[in-house]
RNA sequence: GCCCUCAUGAUGGAAUUGGUAGACAUAACGGACUUAAAAUCCGUGGCCUCUUUUGGCGUGCAGGUUCAAGUCCUGCUGAGGGCACCA
């Protein structure tokens, strides 16, 4: 035998890799008789490196554009990067490097990493969202949101973040923290640039439903983000209104429970309702206590447990559907000033939050709603929620709830003292920073005409190159030569806006920007309707909310816009899991992965030989120091099996346990194949003789087509580990042909085999599948190889293998030929002459016998 | 509190419409080769009983539907995630 060249993955990928590219193979072309298919992955921020996470996604989204393209797809798969952000300012502040700089260091070196890792990127059409050509396209599209009446500039309540010096929008204050620096949000008033998410508040919840492609977890978690409820906006006039500083006459409450008005026994307003400020201004008490309020406002834990307060205004107000009786009002610690109007009316008996308010300040508690459980009815400590009849309310007596609310929302209506009204957890988008690093937005300032949008003719509004980093703050508004302009209407010194959009604006539009990335226009119609929205896109869960619903607002805006003419961003999306790691913690705090050695188990630190607890699986991340770098594991074991470890185990969807044991498993197996094949000697390719296959040869055939068929399917439906799995189930059965044979059928069957095999591993280990073909066919390209198709003639075997149960146990199994299978006395008879089964029915007759033809018997005893 | 998802060997997981549970791996163990180790190759493997055959039990728990349930229904327990004084 003569020895072969051993698997040195290092030396085959980067030689692929440059023929790759030498070729322009994945380069996107007008294909008119192929369909076009346009794979997505969520483009990652420049942050140096590459991440293991970044090998999961892309690694995905590679198999999937790869697959498409065997399949006779043309394939759109792109990359670039979202290259503005805080990192960027961080360290330009620590290493004195000007962002821009650094950003592209970064990009340079990621850009190879990801090319040592194969991906099939049509390079060409890369970009990053700081290009000055992107900044010109995105501020041509601000200024239309603008003049549609889609963005607005406004004094608001933000959320700001006192270490990255910024404000924040809702999505990124997460438990009342910044998303990024983890630090308390404070509430500043600033003027801010939002965008109007809120108008289509509506439509983004109710086309949900239609994204049939979606992760279902996203759609519920936008859904509740979205939060729409349905009810009754309701005026209550005030008794006396002599005692308020301002004229008032009403309140106005909304309630998504009208059917219990006869049950309201209270009014309460939010600490900071205009009202409440208005009292406040004269009443010393009443100032202690809202700012108490405001106190217990910004601690979540306390928050959770907060007892309910109440300050009584002494102002009473017109029970608006029973002459005579009032309510009085109540400034309440559990009223939201952010949500419906800031003011509720309390329904103790329905309402557990009423009725805690209620016991604590003795107000009557009223029954309304009947429930069919007596014990229900008796309220005491818990309100009753469900369903029931409407009772002790007049001419709502006797309905339903339902009908109920209808009811009492029409005869409000008619009265013209309430409406029907829709209310949303979302507000509209803040997404204006105060940061250097990020597009401008375009706008001037002027004393005299105020908001004034930059003329076409000026655009794009770069960022100054000559800035510092050394006082805090945006070094924007210190650049006076930068942010001092003549007003382009008036021709007075004006001042630029000096904030920037938050980077879920640059990533809200970048998948319509790659289908022709070099346009001036900023999205060029006739080249994205022939891809655009993306089929496929990929991404971390962590993005469910925050730039998954931007975008698809953005979609909208768009459209309104006549950008395009879709509604939604994505066709398809696919969250993958996480990518975790134990965790180990030394008496010192936690250790890399590195710094441990394993002994009977239990680990060690390999310094000092001390045990180390093991923890447990966990998000790789720096902190926990869990972390694997992707560029090691390429290093010595190659990308090929690094892209097979990520793929084999866990489902996409779900978190994968990194281990190293797993990741030798993978490369001892590339190893196996690569040797077996090497030792193989492949004759040439004669179809013609598989037709002369014998029965028995075509059993092999059959379980060939059988793996063609399952790992079809499972990359079709994302079950990549299962197709990994039926990939290696025919690599187990060819590998057993050691040698060659002499028979010249059995040869090209095997042929047949490895031919399949490398064409479905390709997606996967792109690069020595395609070293490998070289052993079976020199002349062919390999990433021109079809995507086998299945001889369904070959899936049925002659003989079928049917289970007998007794009484759904299984007893026994018959064997029967391909064309009995729908012979059921046969079958029956079969199974009955069993001596087992003889024996079990010898004194119990059957009662029934359940033939199920072709699969299975069931004799029920 | 509300909503979503999940629960299968030592471990990751498979079983697409209810029809032979444990595919494919990882770790483990036994054997071959070797002075030895690594590598490689061969083999074992849900649990219990038995020498073996056979048999019994088994997909978080308790019920139900069905000839037949990991899969469908009801209730519970546990884990993960989302939202949260949202009226």
Redesign the pocket.
Known sequence: MIPHRPYQAKNIEKKWQNIWEKNNVFETSPNNNKKNYYVLEMFPYPSGKIHMGHVRVYTLGDVLARYKRAKGFNVLHPMGWDAFGMPAENAAFENKVHPAIWTKKNIDNMREQLKAMGLSYDWQLEFSTCDPLYIECQQKIFLDFYKNNLAYRKEAWANWDPIDQTVLS??QV??GKGWRSGAKVERRKLPQWFFKITEFADELIDSLDKLDNWS??VK??Q???I?R?E??KLKFKISDNSVLPKNTDFIE??????DTIFGASFI?I?PDHPLSKDLANNNKDLQKFIFE?NQ??TS?E????????GFNTKIQVHHPFVEGEYLPVYI????????????????PAH????L?FANKLNLPIKSVVESQNAEDNNISNIAYTGNGKIINSNFLNGMNIIEAKKHIIKIAEEKSIGKKSK???LHDWCASRQRYWGCPVPIILCNDCGIVPVPNSQLPVLLPNDVTFDKPGNPLDYHEKWNTIDCPECGRSAKRETQTFDTFVDSSWYALRYPAPKSKDPIDKKQMLQWCPPDQYVGG??H??LHLLYSRFFNRALKKTNYVDFDEPFKGLFCQ?MVCHKTYKGPNGWLEPEEIFFKD?KAFQKSDLQEVEIGRSEKMSKSKKNIVDPMSIIETYGADTARLFML????PE????W?I??V??????L??IW??LHNYSFNNNDEGLLLKAKEQDNSIRREIHLCI??TT??IE?F?Y??A??????L??IL??Y?SNTEEAIKEQIILEGWKSFLIMMAPITPHITAELWKLIDKDSSFLDQPWPSVDKNLLKDKK????V?????????IEIEQVEANDKELQKNKALALY?IK??IINNTPK?I?V?PG??????I
């Open positions: 809702n999505e997460i438990d279902n977890q519920v978690m859904k509740n983000w939060g409820s009810g009754l409450v909304y309630t998504t429970r009208p309460a939010a309020c217990i406002g979540e306390a928050l959770e447990k907060a007892e309910k307060k309440a610690n559990f009223v939201l000033m952010s949500y419906g109007t800031g003011a509720i009316f309390g329904v309402d557990q939050r009423d805690d209310q949303f957890r869960i962590e469910a909310i899991g188990n084999s185990d866990s489902p779900r978190d994968l346990d281990s044991s797993g030798d498993g993978c490369w001892k197996y190893k196996k040797s077996h068929q399952a399917e499972n439906s079950r580990n299962s990994v799995a039926s990939i290696r189930k690599s187990n590998l057993a050691k079928l293998v049917i289970a149960q007794i009484n759904g146990k299984l007893k026994n199994t087992n024996n079990a029934k359940i199920i699969k299975v018997i069931n004799i029920v």
